[in-house]
């Protein structure tokens, strides 16, 4: 692969090894960006980055410092998941997945902003499980409302820097970790998911229609604070 142009944009797309994180690295490089991938697979150049550890994080946005210079644009994509109710999920897995889900945002977010000298722009990945609850999810539920209030008051305060921050809200998408989610549910909420109820649009989401989203509000201009859900029509009712 070549080296990007010095000149060119930078994005910093976490989870970027596989799923809607890999859909948007690729639909960056094809708008000229220099892509960087933090994910605990190493992919490219960039270290293998565990955004649970600030070191880790820190230690990455010092290399894309010196490889770069600079961050246009931060995707926020990594994620965890685990399934069950408020009384099924351990401390140990509640604390894992809000760890990365919700402080992992926080982590890259005070290590990339600074080298978004410029301005630039920040897209959080959320869920459309975190604009309307579903079964057997209670700790990423709650993560995923999470990251959508945290959008808003990263908007409110990021705004003076004029860096933009906004959110997608996924609806179910056909990804390595979608399908293990489902796997772990109970099966009268699975089937509710594979027979899309409450889905307008009767089928599975290619993580590159997300990835659209993700791009659109990483580089409109004059997008900031927004949520928006691409999630086949789930979240009207």
């Known amino acids: 692969m070549p080296t990007p142009d010095p000149a060119s944009p930078v994005a910093v797309v976490t989870g970027g090894a596989s799923g809607i ?3 948007t690295a690729d639909r960056f490089r ?7 991938i933090a994910d ?12 649970t550890s600030t070191e880790s994080v820190d230690a990455l946005a010092r290399w894309v410092t010196a ?17 069950g109710d408020i009384l099924a999920v351990n401390e140990s897995d509640w604390t ?23 301005g630039g722009s920040v897209v959080n990945i959320a869920s459309a499980a975190g604009l309307r609850a579903i079964a ?20 409110i305060d990021l705004a003076p820097r004029n860096i933009r921050v906004n959110c ?13 989610a489902q796997e772990l549910r109970r099966d009268e909420t699975r089937s509710a998911v594979q027979n899309f109820d409450n889905y307008l649009i009767k089928r599975t989401a290619e993580p590159d229609e997300i990835a659209e989203a993700v791009v659109f ?21």
């Open 168 to 180: 997608v809200c996924p609806g179910l998408v056909d990804t390595p970790m979608a399908r293990r």
């Open 21 to 23: 994180g890999a859909a």
């Open 67 to 83: 490889k770069h210079g600079r961050c246009d644009v931060l995707v926020n994509g990594a994620a965890a998941v685990v399934a």
């Open 40 to 51: 605990l697979t190493r992919v490219g150049e960039a270290p293998a980055t565990d955004l």
């Open 217 to 237: 509000l990483g580089t409109n201009r004059y997008l900031t604070g927004s949520t928006l859900a691409v999630d086949g029509g789930r979240t009207l009712h």
């Open 96 to 118: 894992r997945v809000l760890d990365m889900n919700v402080t992992g945002i926080w982590r890259t977010a005070r290590a990339f902003i600074p080298l978004m000298i410029d």
């Open 30 to 36: 094809a708008l000229g960006y220099g892509v960087v």
């Open 136 to 155: 057997d999810m209670s700790a990423y539920v709650a993560s995923k409302s999470a990251v959508v209030g945290l959008t808003a008051s990263m908007a």
